[in-house]
């Protein structure tokens, strides 16, 4: 866990190559363990800009982590954006509902972007399990267009 945790870090800006499911699913535990220890540190220090902060940190590493891994199944690195698009839209969504009703605005708009926000949400779960079960293939044995693979 400390080697693909180590990687995880090592290759922040490596959008090439292959991540191998072990190393993959190793740093995804220990970015967890990494994220809870600073999501409890924040609220032991009443600091919620640290855990925003950590977030962002570790954005870019795990995106390119994630695109690494679509490379060891043989996919192209552009399909993440089939997963954090709809999660975007979500999110905008969610927030366009939250101030159209905080704003008191007309009920049609805070109800049409409800209705937005539950299409976007279920595309969004849809596209999480589709990437859930990419990410628990077994990568493909030997060399393939991205190079060879990792070590487990």
């Known amino acids: 866990m400390i080697n693909a945790y180590k990687a995880f870090w090592?290759?922040?800006f490596d959008f090439k190559g292959r991540t191998s499911r072990g190393n993959y699913w190793w740093a995804v535990l220990a970015q967890?363990?990494?994220?809870?220890?600073?999501?409890?540190?924040?609220?032991?220090l009443d600091i919620s800009a640290l855990q925003t902060l950590w977030s962002l940190i570790i954005l870019i590493p795990g995106i390119a982590m994630c695109v690494r891994r679509l490379h060891d199944i043989d996919r192209p690195g552009w399909w993440?954006?089939?997963?954090?698009?709809?999660?975007?839209?979500?999110?905008?969504?969610i927030t366009m509902t939250t101030a159209s009703l905080l704003l008191n605005t007309d009920s049609?708009?805070?109800?049409?972007?409800g209705l937005l926000t539950m299409v976007l949400g279920i595309i969004t779960l849809i596209a999480a399990v589709y990437f859930l079960i990419l990410f628990i293939r077994k990568g493909t044995e030997g060399?393939?267009?991205y190079g060879m693979p990792d070590n487990d």
Do not use: W
């Open 32 to 44: 967890f363990i990494a994220t809870f220890l600073v999501g409890f540190i924040a609220g032991m």
């Open 80 to 93: 993440i954006i089939l997963m954090y698009v709809p999660l975007i839209l979500t999110m905008a969504s």
């Open 143 to 145: 060399t393939n267009r």
């Open 108 to 113: 049609t708009a805070a109800g049409g972007f």
């Open 10 to 12: 090592k290759r922040y």
